[in-house]
């Protein structure tokens, strides 16, 4: 948001400083981004007038212009598409040095000499304009310097305006402020007026979508005559960054900085039964905006309308099909209120963000539209002539009315730790708009509603604060915080996770929570399951990811494609999934890793293996272990986005999977090697963490070691008679390895052959081979009736 110094001069009459105002702005919490002359450093720059405009051979866009400059007639070349005879422009003379640094020098430019360089608003540093060449006003007097052209200097405010603070997007909001600082009212120039109506003709005005736009107003204003604005129109709104387009048009960015209230002036003629229906687009529906782009508009995106056709998008941008141009002799003026929701939505979803539509998501005021409109329907009678052939139309079915707000001074003074009067807090309440009740010892506030921030007593407390100055309040200690709470359980044990992840060559990363909706629905079984956001930023953040592996392998692909190839990542963070049946969020703490490239770094004796399944299997038995749980099984399973995978078990309870991923999800990412990955649910394994360790001694008495080779299907897991030899084998097995897995020759083809180290071990004496044997030929009868194994022989 810009504002010059003169214009809040204007409407507050302050005797501050520009340096005053600056600091000023600061402490009020709308901080002062750059501050600048409107009258930029130029020395060497006349006005000139062009009288003849000659194109250059062998040149599509370079043009020899003739310049009269008072005195004399200069030849100079120029390349603006938009220079013609008869302009006044500024035209820098060669020794000029431009305020960018340029300076300009006599030069052959395709063998035509050119004596000094017209210039645009951008390269004078008046805007950022740099389209074409700046054209002056007929008034300029040719052959006079530049800088004494452009009148007393005057100085720019240029302000970051935070999105809760929509009052201050206008001229009007920013003076309010300053003269709320100053300990006065403001006396706002919108005012309650009669025009002169010079017809009784009628507008017709539906509204068809009330919720996303509550209010509507319209205006006609007939026998306008188009034209170029005033010097004054022109001169304010360059310094505050807009273009001057005609004067019609140039009044309703007036309105729009002087109050934050924006307008649209359209072509009454060019209206389709004269009448305006707001709408929703349909799904697919094509239109056309001023800037000539062709938009494809999804359903829910606001529309204005006449009888026939869209006409502008509601809130943004207008349409090509009604702009005011040189011919438009009628207008009709809008001035509405679209709800932000539906205008962040559209400039979301179409890509376009414009001054108005910045204001209307924010919100700006309901109930200013009808003073925004007299304003600027008195302007353009004033700099357009014609007469007003309606009164105003005002659709507002349903009135907006102000936030009712209790607040307690004690309780402000108890906050601030500050005395600060009573009447001076209604005086601070009363110059920023509130309409107050003071009779009571709870007070009864009617926040104004352009300030929609304002909704809590803490929020009126905050006000009272900033007006009366953060400097003011003194430091002092009100209380003594004591940092020694109890630790958290479930937080030390997620710190412990993290640390054992890392010790295991993992590395930790932390992405968004937010994901597309294309990309999650490959992990769920419905997209009913996906927790989708209400207003997303962007359809790349569109649902809350159902597992950490969404985000993560967008991670994986961000390495992959700066060349980092051997990727171990782990993270923890909250996953999300909708119930349709109970209609709960239900929202889970995981602990997922991910991994490809290869298992360790070549080298003239090693050659290069890449990771697989079983190594992440490794990883997470190892990470369990270090967790102190043994008990650790893996069960086939099949999940939609593994191509082969298993869940994992602790003591035979489910606490998260493990596998490969399907190429159809790693396409997705533009992933083309395989990646692996497993997640563990934290609320799950916590509890079986827990378990206290107790000192166990060395056993005195030697282990026992002996092999077994089973022959079993070649369908049947391992895991399976794991189990059935712990089980049978009982205490004394301590230790129980696969170290081999053979199919082949003397094997059956429908059999595999598995090869178990079992090591045997008492705290109270030597084992003796008759034990060992008993035990074993148990394990071999036990292996058989349950699983059909047999002793390889």
């Not at 013609?84 to 500024?90: I, L, M, N």
């Not at 951008?122 to 054209?135: C, K, Q, R, T, Y």
């Not at 306008?224 to 019609?248: C, E, F, M, T, Y």
């Not at 008195?378 to 007003?388: D, K, R, S, T």
């Given at each position: 948001?810009?504002?010059?110094?003169?214009?809040?001069?204007?409407?507050?009459?302050?005797?501050?400083?520009?340096?005053?105002?600056?600091?000023?702005l600061?402490?009020?919490?709308?901080?002062?981004?750059?501050?600048?002359?409107?009258?930029?450093?130029?020395?060497?720059?006349?006005?000139?007038?062009?009288?003849?405009v000659?194109?250059?051979?062998?040149?599509?866009?370079?043009?020899?212009?003739?310049?009269?400059?008072?005195?004399?007639?200069?030849?100079?070349?120029?390349?603006?598409?938009?220079?013609?005879?008869?302009?006044?422009?500024?035209?820098?003379?060669?020794?000029?040095?431009?305020?960018?640094?340029?300076?300009?020098?006599?030069?052959?430019?395709?063998?035509?000499?050119?004596?000094?360089?017209?210039?645009?608003?951008?390269?004078?540093?008046?805007?950022?304009?740099?389209?074409?060449?700046?054209?002056?006003?007929?008034?300029?007097?040719?052959?006079?310097?530049?800088?004494?052209?452009?009148?007393?200097?005057?100085?720019?405010?240029?302000?970051?305006?935070?999105?809760?603070?929509?009052d201050?997007?206008?001229?009007?909001?920013?003076?309010?402020?300053?003269?709320?600082?100053?300990?006065?009212?403001?006396?706002?120039?919108?005012?309650?007026?009669?025009?002169?109506?010079?017809?009784?003709?009628?507008?017709?005005?539906?509204?068809?979508?009330?919720?996303?736009?509550?209010?509507?107003?319209?205006?006609?204003?007939r026998h306008?005559?188009?034209?170029?604005?005033?010097?004054?129109?022109?001169?304010?709104?360059?310094?505050?960054?807009?273009?001057?387009?005609?004067?019609?048009?140039?009044?309703?960015?007036?309105?729009?900085?002087?109050?934050?209230?924006?307008?649209?002036?359209?072509?009454?003629?060019?209206?389709?039964?004269?009448?305006?229906v707001?709408?929703?687009?349909?799904?697919?529906?094509?239109?056309?905006?001023?800037?000539?782009?062709?938009?494809?508009?999804?359903?829910?995106?606001?529309?204005?309308?006449?009888?026939?056709?869209?006409?502008?998008?509601?809130?943004?941008?207008?349409?090509?099909?009604?702009?005011?141009?040189?011919?438009?002799?009628?207008i009709?003026?809008e001035?509405?209120?679209?709800?932000?929701?539906?205008?962040?939505?559209?400039?979301?979803?179409?890509?376009?963000?414009t001054?108005?539509?910045?204001?209307?998501?924010?919100?700006?005021?309901?109930?200013?539209?009808?003073?925004?409109?007299?304003?600027?329907?008195?302007?353009?009678?004033?700099?357009?002539?014609?007469?007003?052939?309606?009164?105003?139309?005002?659709?507002?079915?349903?009135?907006?009315v102000?936030?009712?707000i209790?607040?307690?001074p004690?309780?402000?003074?108890?906050?601030?730790?500050?005395?600060?009067?009573?009447?001076?807090?209604?005086?601070?309440?009363?110059h920023?708009?509130?309409?107050?009740?003071?009779?009571?010892?709870?007070?009864?506030?009617?926040?104004?509603?352009?300030?929609?921030?304002?909704?809590?007593e803490?929020?009126?407390?905050?006000?009272?604060?900033?007006?009366?100055?953060?400097?003011?309040?003194?430091?002092?200690?009100?209380?003594?915080?004591?940092?020694?709470?109890?630790?958290?359980?479930?937080?030390?044990?997620?710190?412990r996770?993290?640390?054992?992840?890392?010790?295991?060559?993992?590395?930790?990363?932390?992405?968004?929570?937010?994901?597309?909706?294309k990309?999650?629905?490959?992990?769920?079984d419905?997209?009913?399951?996906?927790?989708?956001?209400?207003?997303?930023?962007?359809?790349?953040?569109?649902?809350?990811?159902?597992?950490?592996?969404?985000?993560?392998?967008?991670?994986?692909?961000?390495?992959?494609?700066r060349?980092?190839i051997?990727?171990?990542?782990?993270?923890?963070?909250?996953?999300?999934?909708?119930?349709?049946?109970?209609?709960?969020?239900?929202?889970?703490?995981?602990?997922?890793?991910?991994?490809?490239?290869?298992?360790?770094?070549?080298?003239?004796?090693?050659?290069?293996?890449?990771?697989?399944?079983?190594?992440?299997?490794?990883?997470v038995?190892?990470?369990?272990?270090?967790?102190?749980?043994?008990?650790?099984?893996?069960?086939?399973?099949?999940?939609?986005?593994?191509?082969?995978?298993?869940?994992?078990?602790?003591?035979?309870?489910?606490?998260?999977?493990?596998?490969?991923?399907?190429?159809?999800i790693?396409?997705?990412?533009?992933?083309?090697?395989?990646?692996?990955?497993?997640?563990?649910?934290?609320?799950?394994?916590?509890?079986?963490?827990?378990?206290?360790?107790?000192?166990?001694?060395?056993?005195a008495?030697?282990?026992?070691?002996?092999?077994?080779?089973?022959v079993?299907?070649?369908?049947?897991?391992?895991?399976?008679?794991?189990?059935?030899?712990?089980?049978?084998?009982?205490?004394?097995?301590r230790?129980?390895?696969?170290?081999?897995?053979?199919?082949?020759?003397?094997?059956?083809e429908?059999?595999?052959?598995?090869a178990?180290?079992?090591?045997?071990?008492?705290?109270?004496?030597?084992?003796?081979?008759?034990?060992?044997?008993?035990?074993?030929?148990?394990?071999?009868?036990?292996?058989?009736?349950?699983?059909?194994?047999?002793?390889?022989?």
């Open positions: 948001m810009k504002i010059t110094y003169s214009w809040l001069q204007e409407l507050t009459n302050t005797t501050l400083s520009v340096e005053e105002v600056q600091d000023r600061t402490m009020l919490g709308l901080e002062v981004e750059a501050v600048y002359s409107t009258v930029p450093e130029v020395e060497g720059v006349v006005i000139g007038e062009v009288l003849e000659q194109p250059i051979e062998n040149s599509a866009h370079l043009k020899s212009c003739k310049v009269n400059i008072g005195h004399e007639q200069v030849q100079v070349v120029c390349g603006a598409p938009n220079v013609a005879a008869g302009q006044k422009v500024p035209l820098a003379m060669p020794g000029a040095l431009l305020p960018n640094g340029m300076k300009i020098s006599r030069r052959k430019i395709r063998g035509v000499l050119s004596h000094g360089m017209i210039c645009s608003e951008a390269e004078l540093h008046l805007s950022d304009d740099a389209e074409g060449i700046m054209v002056l006003d007929d008034q300029a007097p040719v052959g006079e310097p530049f800088k004494a052209y452009l009148g007393k200097q005057d100085y720019v405010f240029e302000l970051g305006i935070t999105p809760n603070r929509p201050c997007l206008g001229a009007i909001g920013i003076a309010r402020e300053i003269c709320v600082s100053e300990g006065r009212p403001f006396e706002s120039p919108l005012k309650t007026v009669s025009l002169p109506l010079a017809g009784n003709e009628t507008v017709s005005v539906d509204i068809l979508a009330s919720d996303a736009c509550p209010r509507y107003t319209a205006r006609l204003i306008v005559k188009i034209g170029p604005s005033p010097r004054w129109l022109v001169d304010r709104l360059r310094a505050v960054g807009l273009r001057s387009i005609n004067n019609v048009v140039d009044v309703t960015n007036y309105v729009m900085m002087e109050t934050g209230q924006p307008l649209h002036a359209f072509d009454y003629d060019l209206l389709k039964g004269g009448r305006i707001v709408r929703t687009a349909k799904d697919g529906e094509k239109f056309v905006t001023l800037d000539g782009k062709e938009h494809t508009l999804k359903e829910g995106n606001l529309l204005i309308c006449d009888a026939e056709r869209a006409v502008a998008l509601a809130g943004i941008m207008g349409g090509e099909n009604s702009e005011v141009s040189d011919n438009t002799r009628h009709l003026l001035s509405a209120y679209f709800a932000p929701f539906s205008i962040r939505k559209t400039t979301r979803q179409l890509g376009i963000s001054d108005s539509s910045r204001r209307f998501e924010r919100g700006v005021d309901p109930n200013g539209a009808d003073l925004a409109s007299n304003r600027a329907t008195q302007l353009i009678l004033e700099v357009a002539g014609g007469e007003l052939a309606s009164d105003l139309v005002d659709a507002y079915p349903g009135t907006i102000p936030v009712e209790e607040f307690r004690q309780r402000s003074k108890k906050v601030l730790g500050l005395e600060i009067p009573e009447n001076d807090m209604q005086r601070i309440l009363t920023l708009g509130c309409e107050v009740d003071a009779s009571h010892s709870t007070w009864r506030i009617k926040a104004p509603t352009f300030r929609p921030d304002l909704e809590r803490i929020d009126l407390i905050e006000e009272v604060a900033r007006i009366y100055g953060y400097n003011d309040i003194p430091n002092k200690t009100l209380d003594t915080i004591h940092l020694d709470m109890p630790s958290n359980c479930f937080d030390a044990f997620v710190d996770v993290r640390h054992k992840a890392a010790s295991l060559s993992l590395s930790e990363i932390v992405t968004l929570s937010m994901v597309s909706r990309q999650a629905a490959g992990f769920v419905s997209e009913d399951a996906l927790l989708s956001l209400v207003n997303p930023l962007s359809e790349d953040m569109a649902v809350m990811r159902p597992t950490l592996f969404t985000s993560m392998l967008s991670s994986v692909v961000y390495n992959l494609n060349k980092q051997d990727l171990r990542f782990f993270e923890v963070g909250n996953v999300f999934r909708y119930d349709p049946d109970s209609k709960k969020v239900i929202e889970r703490r995981a602990f997922s890793a991910v991994g490809t490239g290869r298992k360790f770094m070549p080298s003239w004796d090693v050659k290069a293996e890449t990771i697989n399944f079983f190594d992440m299997k490794g990883i038995t190892e990470f369990l272990h270090q967790l102190h749980l043994h008990n650790v099984k893996f069960a086939v399973s099949q999940y939609k986005f593994f191509e082969y995978s298993a869940d994992l078990l602790v003591d035979e309870q489910k606490i998260g999977y493990i596998g490969k991923f399907k190429k159809s790693l396409a997705l990412y533009d992933i083309k090697r395989d990646v692996f990955g497993f997640e563990l649910y934290l609320e799950d394994l916590y509890p079986l963490a827990q378990t206290a360790l107790k000192f166990q001694p060395i056993s008495f030697p282990p026992v070691e002996r092999d077994l080779a089973l079993v299907d070649k369908d049947r897991p391992a895991a399976e008679l794991e189990a059935v030899i712990r089980e049978t084998a009982g205490p004394l097995l230790e129980l390895t696969l170290f081999d897995l053979y199919s082949g020759p003397q094997i059956p429908d059999k595999k052959s598995l178990f180290s079992l090591v045997f071990q008492s705290d109270e004496r030597t084992l003796t081979d008759e034990e060992i044997n008993t035990i074993l030929d148990d394990v071999l009868k036990a292996v058989n009736v349950k699983l059909g194994a047999t002793l390889r022989q």
